[in-house]
């Protein structure tokens, strides 16, 4: 195969993408996995592997429904229920590298020791990659490099004043796998995001009594939403994308509401919606309801049998903690000034390309956490990156990226208090869609197709519609947005019933409401 040679670091979600991508531009992609299958964190173990960051547990089911979490191009089965297990999610990934014949581009077992610019990186713009597999490293050069092994690495720990006492065991949520070994015992969990929420719901199963300690609390959504259509195909449509921001918090907010007193669950955020933690869990009220998991505010130490906090209780005779707190960010095989270690630090353009490099000949697929659905984030930076890499499309000089970089640390900062790297889907995935020249366009969809741009403007935005024109364009693209309801519907009909609504009809009465409540917050508030 002819092409500029490609290195694809990572087969999990980015990598195979990533070949994917590289393969429809005419690149020769050729990709280093550190294990001996695909899948990267999808692939479950009963123990942490060698230098693996971020890892699945038993009970992990997605947070993003099918039809939001689907490779544009590869839809899910209809059988396929709305939300997947880590083992369905695996076999859609192998299912992927099958259908489009992935396998032969990638070499397991291979461990990415060093990744540096060839010595002459200033003519060529190449790449020197130190590569380990067998007890024997080689050197190899490559026109291009594809990063795509995951931006958690190191499990992060906060220290806190008598822990290295504490005679229980101490854990990171990437080491835990279910919550049978903590039966009969009492455990407290660390955190506000969805492991928190997983891990604590889990293990109130089998535990005596669990513990929920958080810094300031947080914001549940359940994945089921109005009408039992998942949650995320209501709140990311390119319409609900256009409203002032402060409306879309009131709803999200509003919504997370009817199903979770948070207040009274003592879950209660101290930061609106969009600026602090987010959980998606549909039990966690009902594990509060009924006393297995207790809420508690923020740590102030430990101690030889247990735990103090800020409000003045204490809980003695706990038997283990276990830490939800996410992780550093880490690329260890570059250098820090190509890839930084702190997301402070970290200079990509649009999250993907070192903004200082004479030559764009270097992409960091996967280095982003979306509130919603990932993948398509994902693909469509790696369609983006291939692209440039193949000479396709075109980014501005050094100067204009770092100019980018700078004003979105300082939005951030304003924010934020940080430069956290959680954003909505919705624009960032517009984004990209125009940096490919694949964003539909809606003037032209109303005049050949008006039913179509209605439900890809009002609808949720699924990963297809990036497939109906332009570059990599999809043939069965507007099918696969049409059927998509029923698709999401289908598999929970396993029994028939008397009299059944049509869903349809459903959704559009559940349309004209919210479109009429977002008119009348819109003239109350502004």
Known sequence: MEGKRIAVIGAGVCGLVSIKSCLEEGLEPVCYELNSELGGVWVYSNELRPNQGSAV????????????????????????PPYLTHR???QYLRNYADHFNLHPYINFNCCVKDIRQAKDFAETGQWEITIQQGGTERVEIFDGVMVCSGMFKDARIPTYPGLDQFQGDVLHSNAFRNGSKYKDKTVLVVGGGHSAGDISVDTSRHANQVYLSMR???WVIPRTGLGCVPSD?????????????AIRAFLVTTFASLRVNHAKFGLQSEVPFFKGSQMVNDEIGNRIFCGKIKPKPVISEFTKNGVKFEDGSEINNLDAVIFATGYHLGYKFIDNSIIADSHDELELYKYVFPARLKHS?????????????????YELQARWAARVLAKKAKLPGPTERVFEVRGRRKRLRENH???KTYVPPVPIQEDYANEIGVRPNFTKLLVSNPSLAIKCFFGPTYPTSYRLHGPGSWHG????????????????KTRDVVKETNPSSITLKMFIIFTFLVIIITLVFT
């Open 216 to 218: 300031k609390g947080t």
């Open 57 to 80: 547990y038993d009970c992990l089911v997605t947070n993003s429904s099918k039809e939001m979490t689907c490779f544009s191009d590869f839809p899910f089965p209809r059988t396929t």
């Open 88 to 90: 369905l999610y695996l």
């Open 233 to 245: 195909m209501l709140g990311n449509t390119r319409f609900t994308n256009l409203l002032p921001m």
């Open 361 to 377: 000949t270097l992409a960091v697929v996967g280095c982003v956490a979306i509130l919603g659905a990932n993948v398509p984030v």
């Open 477 to 492: 693209a507007k099918k696969a947005i049409l059927d998509a309801w029923d698709n999401v519907i289908y598999p929970t």
């Open 417 to 419: 208090g940080r430069c």
